[in-house]
C-alpha cells in the first residue's frame, strides 16, 4: 500500500508558477507510473503529465511546454512544476501511482486501480 499526499496548491495570477508535491509517505513508488490528473467539479478528469519507471514522461497538450513532471527516488516524492498558469489550469490536482502498461499524452495506462493522494487545489485569476 503506497499513501501519497499532495501539497504546494495555492492562488497565483495568470502567469505565475507553482510547484506541487506528491510524497509517499508509507510505500515506494519506484518501479511505478507515476501521474498527474486534475479535474473541476462537475468535468471529467484530465491526465496532465505521467513519468514511468524509466523516467519517461508525457503531457497533455495543454500543458506541454509549461509544466514539467519529475521525481526525487531519494525523498519519495513526485513534482510538478507549473509555469506560465493560465485560469483553464484551475483544478483540483491529484497524484497517482501504480504499476502500468504505458503513459501517453499525460495519463498512464495502469494495471490496476492506482494509488491516490487527497489532491491540492490550484487556482489561477
Known amino acids: 500500500h503506497v499513501q501519497l499526499v499532495e501539497s504546494g496548491g495555492g492562488s497565483v495570477q495568470d502567469g505565475g508558477s507553482l510547484r506541487l508535491s506528491c510524497a509517499a509517505r508509507?510505500?515506494?513508488?519506484?518501479?511505478?507510473?507515476m501521474g498527474w490528473i486534475r479535474q473541476v467539479s462537475g468535468k471529467e478528469r484530465e491526465g496532465v503529465a505521467s513519468i514511468d519507471s524509466d523516467g519517461e514522461t508525457t503531457y497533455a497538450d495543454s500543458v506541454k511546454g509549461r509544466f514539467i513532471i519529475s521525481t526525487d527516488n531519494a525523498k519519495n516524492t513526485l513534482y510538478l512544476q507549473m509555469n506560465s498558469l493560465k485560469p483553464e489550469d484551475t483544478a483540483m490536482y491529484y497524484c497517482?501511482?501504480?504499476?502500468?502498461?504505458?503513459?501517453?499524452?499525460?495519463?498512464?495506462?495502469?494495471?490496476?486501480?492506482?494509488?491516490w493522494g487527497q489532491g491540492t487545489q490550484v487556482t489561477v485569476s
Open positions: 497517482a501511482a501504480e504499476g502500468c502498461d504505458y503513459c501517453s499524452g499525460g495519463y498512464c495506462y495502469w494495471n490496476s486501480a492506482p494509488f
Open positions: 508509507t510505500g515506494t513508488f519506484r518501479s511505478a507510473c
